[in-house]
């Protein structure tokens, strides 16, 4: 099946407000045509999300945020929620990634309860996975995958599904410059799908997208999201300059 590629920019605590609209300039003119090609999504922190929406507004590219609140509304400090996000233009939201999971003590039972919340609200997760180096190394990869999948996806409709997109980002490659092999990332990748065919059966699992997240840059996006069961990918470092994350897409879909 035919999965359109999804490349998303994960800025991480970088760019507030005037220095996403510098990038959203640089970027905009090159998004136009690429954005035929590739579904294309940039993820500014929180400050950032309304200066981008006005500017990407009847523009190809696909705003995110990059965490939500699990709860409605109320005494939560320094929590954002799902209505806000939804407010403010905001169509994805990134859920369960590493440095939720590791920095701030996020568990699969609320990561679950982040992509319900969100799905309820109309916003489409983007739902990170992905084993350390330890894991990886003592043989745990698939155990710590099908964990992650089956907590963080569990309660999900068939149509819920329809709007997630996995992204497969081991944490061994994220931000070190070390990137898994394509052989290595298309490996997990099956495997990915094979648990969410498990869990949603066949005809979900070959419709969902997977990203790639993990040191990817313009050098190696072209080498893996040529593998079968890549559909896209999850960008950091390379995602902060407009002409780096510009031809980091082009090569991805040349
Ligand atoms: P990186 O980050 O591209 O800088 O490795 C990817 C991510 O954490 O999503």
Redesign the pocket.
């Known amino acids: 099946m035919a999965r359109k590629l999804i490349i ?1 920019a ?1 800025w ?1 605590m970088n760019k507030g407000p005037a220095e996403t609209a510098d990038f959203i300039a640089a970027f905009l003119p090159s998004a136009q045509a690429l954005a035929g090609e590739c579904d294309i999504v940039i993820a500014p922190p929180f400050v950032s999300i309304p200066s981008a929406s006005a500017l990407l507004a009847d523009s190809p590219v696909a705003l995110s945020a990059q965490n939500a609140s699990e709860q409605e509304k109320g005494a939560f400090t320094g929590e954002v929620s799902t209505a806000m996000l939804k407010e403010t233009g905001v169509h994805h939201v ?1 859920l369960g ?3 939720r999971r590791s920095i701030y003590g996020e568990g699969d039972q609320l990561i679950n309860a982040k992509v319900k919340k969100c799905l309820a609200a109309g916003l489409h997760p983007i739902f ?1 996975i992905g084993e350390t180096l330890e894991e990886r190394e003592s043989g745990k990869l698939q155990e710590v995958l099908r964990r992650q999948v089956s907590g963080g996806l569990a309660g999900l409709s068939n149509a819920d599904m329809s709007t997630v997109v996995l ?1 497969y ?1 081991p944490v061994w ?5 070390v ?1 898994a092999t394509p052989e290595q990332a298309q490996e997990a990748h099956a495997f990915v799908r094979t648990l969410v065919g498990e869990q949603f059966g066949k005809e979900v699992a070959e419709a969902t997208r997977i990203q790639y ?5 313009p050098s190696n996006s072209a080498d893996l999201m040529a593998r079968e069961d890549i559909d896209g ?7 902060l300059e407009a002409e780096s994350f510009r031809d980091l897409i082009a090569n991805a879909v040349a």
């Open positions: 998303a994960n991480k990134i990634h590493s440095e990170c992204a980002e490659a994220i931000g070190t410059g990137t997240g993990g040191s990817v840059k990918a999850l960008v950091g470092g390379a995602s």
